[in-house]
T-cell receptor, first 111, second 115 residues
């Protein structure tokens, strides 16, 4: 079945870049996503990438996809304290309408 | 705009009790989902629905039931609560033509504790 793995914690200093990594198992996933969850709230979509792309940039966010290794990463440039949150990688399981989420990475930004 | 509304926000149940978590969306979305979130485990899909009258099991459906009699409502029922069902539950919805974008709308969550 589908599985999405992430490291649980990441700590960076304000102004540095953050890189959050994710591995997935379903090689036929058409879309891959990054969501952000702030304390006490539901998830919000940050960005997504189509599986035929290697990279997508959206302001401070850069998504890299290595389809061969089934590896997805999210880079946040100039990380701010407001970026402190849990970040989830997710895939759209091929041929279904299911979204499978990773374990989430808690990003802590130190002032 | 209300979006996705979940009730209750908090609930404590005794082992063996039953309850229903309510989820309503006012965006006329076809697809609705129930997830549970446990620390270090991420979100696990319990059940989902692609339209009124149609429901399907997700990754962790045991101990839960759902129904979808209208487009707006997707209640989640726990029949015999167990401590393993202590979790935060999220309802989400998306319109059919946005499925690829992953632009899910999430409720604020319902925190359930079973003692």
């Amino acid at each position: 079945g589908e599985d999405v793995e992430q490291s649980l914690f990441l700590s960076v200093r304000e102004g540095d870049s953050s890189v959050i990594n994710c591995t997935y198992t379903d090689s036929s996933s058409t879309y891959l996503y990054w969501y952000k969850q702030e304390p006490g709230a539901g998830l919000q979509l940050l960005t997504y990438i189509f599986s035929n792309m290697d990279m997508k940039q959206d302001q401070r966010l850069t998504v890299l996809l290595n389809k061969k290794d089934k590896h997805l990463s999210l880079r946040i440039a100039d990380t701010q304290t407001g970026d402190s949150a849990i970040y989830f990688c997710a895939e759209n399981a091929s041929g279904t309408y299911k979204y499978i989420f990773g374990t989430g990475t808690r990003l802590k930004v130190l002032a | 705009n209300a979006g996705v509304t979940q009730t209750p926000k908090f609930r404590i149940l005794k082992i063996g009790q039953s309850m229903t978590l309510q989820c309503t969306q006012d965006m006329n979305h076809n697809y609705m989902y129930w997830y549970r979130q446990d620390p270090g485990m991420g979100l696990k899909l319990i059940y989902y629905s692609v339209g009124a009258g149609i429901t399907d099991k997700g990754e962790v459906p045991n101990g839960y039931n759902v129904s979808r009699s209208t487009t707006e409502d997707f209640p989640l029922r726990l029949e015999l609560a167990a401590p393993s069902q202590t979790s935060v539950y999220f309802c989400a919805s998306i319109n059919e033509d946005r499925v690829g974008t992953g632009e899910l709308f999430f409720g604020e969550g319902s925190r359930l504790t079973v003692l």
